[in-house]
């Protein structure tokens, strides 16, 4: 089965423990007016032009074409390799011990964990370690896949009321939620990312929602990364001929934010990607 990717992008050291080489697939269920990758929404190849010069968002590979591209960084995490065992940490002190290794991107990269299964399948022969970032609106069988096949996950959490986020973002929080249970009671190594949002998802009740759902899963997650966002994206909005919905939220409710988090015994720090 093919998979459809807009970059394989090497040495990344903020997408997953240690040095990871992070493949950007293409395709989202979600469309966030915040999305810094407008070129992976959707699921097909795109032409774009940038600079008076026409290109193409977007390549086809098979599982073999997916495995050798990552394969060429081996070298990276060399000398970390170890077995899945090992690799089920149960403390945030303990992610700096993981090797690196691959880490799915997007878009929403659990849309192609069925294609993606030969390739974790691979990596693991080799001793490879696989992350995952999600947005979790997906089928709830591509959830289950995963669980079989990944070794750490980053899920998202945004806008947590139904009728907002169904109008902003297009999703149906009510899938997003029973996937993160289904996550949450995995036992495998996850970091919460929170994407704060301003005027989507820095106002009072939704950090209060937020907080609530932390709450309801303390102890079953890493830590929490709140993501202050930035507008380095404009070039491929323009490039798509599209408009970027970006406000970004001050300092102060950054850190506002953490302390509230971390007076709630979790580990929490602030992320800027
Ligand atoms: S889930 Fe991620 S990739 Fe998809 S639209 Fe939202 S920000 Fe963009």
Not at 114 to 141: N, W
Request: aromatic share 8%.
């Amino acid at each position: 089965m093919k998979m459809i990717a807009t970059n394989i992008q090497r040495f990344s050291l903020h997408d997953g423990p240690g040095i990871r080489t992070t493949v950007f697939l293409k395709g989202c269920s979600l469309r966030c007016p915040w999305c810094s990758n407008p070129e992976n929404l959707k699921p097909e190849p795109e032409k774009y032009i940038k600079d008076g010069i026409e290109g193409t968002y977007g390549r086809y590979y098979t599982s073999d074409e997916l495995v050798k591209e990552c394969l060429k960084d081996r070298g990276f995490y060399e000398g970390k390799l170890a077995t899945p065992d090992l690799w089920k940490i149960t403390k945030a002190e303990d992610i700096e011990k993981l090797p690196g290794g691959v880490t799915f991107s997007g878009g929403e990269a659990l849309l192609q964990m069925e294609s993606l299964v030969p390739v974790c399948t691979s990596l693991h022969k080799l001793g490879i370690h696989t992350a995952i970032e999600t947005a979790l609106f997906v089928p709830e069988k591509n959830v289950r896949l995963a669980l079989d096949n990944i070794d750490f996950f980053y899920c998202d959490m945004k806008i947590l009321d139904s009728e907002r986020c169904r109008d902003i973002q297009k999703g149906d929080l009510e899938l997003y939620l029973r996937n993160l249970d289904i996550v949450m009671s995995s036992g495998i190594p996850t970091v919460i990312r929170v994407p704060v949002i301003g005027g989507y998802t820095d106002d009072e009740e939704n950090r209060r929602a937020v907080k609530e759902l932390l709450a309801r899963y303390k102890g079953k997650f890493l830590k929490v990364e709140l993501l202050k966002e930035h507008n380095l994206s404009e070039s491929k909005y323009k490039s798509l001929n599209m408009k970027m919905s970006y406000i970004g939220v001050s300092d102060e409710l950054m850190e506002c934010y953490k302390a509230e988090i971390y007076e709630m015994g979790m580990q929490v720090e602030i992320c800027r990607i």
